[in-house]
């Protein structure tokens, strides 16, 4: 098994019992239905990010692939929540995002070039990053994560259920 597979899957073991909390049965599909959760006609894709910083800049971030280039199928998901770990391994967010929007999200970076869209959290101003490509790719997520339209925040107490549902409305809207 695969470390992308054993984060995948904890990520599932977090958000499951979260949304279980929040009144909602999942039920799990495993890695190759192309979505981790489902209940009522939402499919949740779970991703996973550990604080990190592969680009040695002067804060730790998180960051997730959306989308990779070389998968050829559709996102089969309606749902994407990216589950944010802290160093201590406890839940710091979640970002809530509709599938419907991905194609909104800036194209992966440096060694992550090959990311189609992904999504990424800096810990401090991204304005403080000297490399222009890092910059705008943390900027742009930053603007998408505070319209409250692409992608929702939710810390550890918050409904991801709400987030859902907010963005399931919008969508329909």
């Known amino acids: ?14 958000v499951k019992p979260k949304l279980l909390e929040e009144g909602l049965t999942t039920i799990s599909l495993g ?14 894709d779970v991703k996973l ?8 800049l002067d804060n730790n971030y998180w960051g997730w692939a959306l989308k990779h280039q070389n998968k050829k199928k559709d996102i089969k998901a309606t749902h994407l929540i990216c589950v944010a770990l802290t160093e201590t391994y406890d839940v710091n967010a979640f970002y809530v995002i509709s599938a419907n929007n991905i194609n909104g999200f800036p194209q992966g970076i440096k060694q992550f070039s090959k990311v189609e869209h992904g999504f990424g959290v ?3 101003d991204p304005s ?9 790719f943390f900027d742009n997520s930053m603007k998408l994560l505070h319209n409250n339209v692409f ?15 907010q963005l399931s409305l919008e969508k329909n809207a």
Do not use: H, P
């Not at 990010?49 to 040695?56: G, Q, V």
């Not at 992608?151 to 549902?165: C, D, F, M, P």
């Open 1 to 14: 098994m695969n470390l992308s597979t054993i984060k995948g899957y904890l990520g599932e073991l977090i």
């Open 31 to 44: 890695n190759q239905s192309g979505y981790d959760l489902e209940y009522n006609d939402i499919k949740i």
């Open 49 to 56: 990010s550990c604080l990190k910083n592969e680009f040695k």
């Open 122 to 124: 800096y810990l401090s």
């Open 128 to 136: 403080e990053i000297k490399d222009e490509d890092i910059r705008l």
């Open 151 to 165: 992608v929702i925040k939710v810390n550890e107490t918050g409904s991801l259920r709400n987030a859902i549902e």
